[in-house]
């Protein structure tokens, strides 16, 4: 009988694998990107390599790395998949019932609040969606996943392409080769949809903005964008709406788009320690130190001591130095515990690598300034809300995951690679004589 189960686990997995390999070279969203049909192919069979290498890392390798959610998540799938069978009325109505003392008002809080339950309940509600078709095969499902998530990378790959005109074979390079960028967004978890609704939205208001016109399509496809973002990780909501804001209104006087983002995030950071005496509800400062706190008392084995925060302006610039290095250059060698730290520990020190041939080998031919801002500022409130409340190394790689291509794709299009190529061969050449 387990062979039986084990041999139509393949089968489904042969038969799914061939159909949306062709799939992708079909959808027209997939086409329009400029890739090639054996180009999309690869891709996508990159990232269900990816899921299933997560995967097998949550089954052979989760105690030591911390990987049991992406299996936790598929057997409560299951779960939720037996109760559509069994109570289908309790299956369509329990994602919007609080099961606490209102619990819908605690918007940032980490206990008892229907918001932070709900990024996991819907999760799983969606990955018991794809036990329908998979029969609740988790190696299946990587396959429905990796497709969805590609939407994702390959909007932003657009967007990239666009921005960057004659650069297209390194945006492709930046986009999807990124190690760390491709695991964690391929895996079964939060951060491939994440991701995917933070790029569908960045792809709707970069395209509407250039063809000066917001269609309902892409309208839609925002709105779909901040959905996921909402439902999945509700603090990147926050962050998110100021930086579209700011970005909407830079694209009215695109000459001022630098002057624009400062001046605006000056008045956020402001109303980020005020909104408290309006409200509060909105006490934001005090949100963060809960976070940070909720993580400290995880202790897991890439945990490291930290300095803890105050709900104050004085504390938190103190804390600032210590955010960024968390979030933008850990973890060290020092920290390497195992093959997934030390993964991450290789690729910081060669993007830092890269960094420093961007300021050296810089060159021009940006279209649209303002998204390249947006960029830089969303993706550094990102990095220091992650600094400011995260203290678990593999935690901060995996949240951070969702905003390499927004650093780094700008980065590498931006190095003049035939002026380096051209100086590295010339010095070879001079020693060489010498």
Known sequence: MRDNFITLEYLLFIVYL????????????????????????????????????????????????????TWRFHVESLQEYQLLQTNPQEYFTNLFRDPYQGGFSKFFETT?????????????????????????????????????????????????????????????????????????????HKEGLIFTGIALVIYSIYFGNKEKKYSFQKIAIAITGLFLILTLRNFLFVIIIPAILTW???????????????????????????????????????????????????????????KELEPSVRSFSKNTPQAITLSTIRPYPSDVHHILSLAAAIEINLLLLFFILFLLFRTNGIKSKNLIYFCLFFAFSVLLSIGFSVNNLGAIVRYRSIIIPLLVIPMIAQIDWSRLNSYFFKNIKKNNYI
Do not use: C
């Open 112 to 188: 008892d609040s229907y918001w932070n339950d709900l990024k996991g309940n819907i999760f799983i509600k969606i990955l018991s969606i794809f036990n329908i078709l998979s029969l609740g095969h988790y190696y299946v499902n990587v396959i429905f996943y990796s497709f969805i998530t590609l939407f994702g990378s390959i909007a932003i790959f657009r967007v990239m392409n666009d921005v960057f005109p004659g650069k297209k074979l390194t945006i492709l390079l930046a986009t999807f080769l990124v190690p760390s960028f491709l695991y964690w967004t391929s895996g079964i």
């Open 248 to 306: 909407i209104i830079a694209n009215r006087w695109p000459q001022k788009g630098l002057i624009i983002f400062s001046s605006l995030y000056v008045i956020f950071s402001i109303v980020f320690f005020t909104a408290r005496y309006i409200s509060p509800s909105l006490d934001f400062p005090q949100a963060v130190v809960n976070k940070q706190q909720e993580f400290i008392k995880l202790i897991g084995t890439t945990s490291v001591p930290i």
């Open 18 to 69: 061939v159909l949306f390999a062709w799939l992708v070279t079909r959808v027209k969203f997939f086409a329009l990107s400029g890739l090639t049909k054996p180009q999309l192919i690869i891709i996508f069979l990159l990232k269900v390599m990816a899921g299933i290498f997560y995967g097998w890392i949550g089954v052979y390798y989760g105690g030591l790395a911390q990987m049991w959610d």
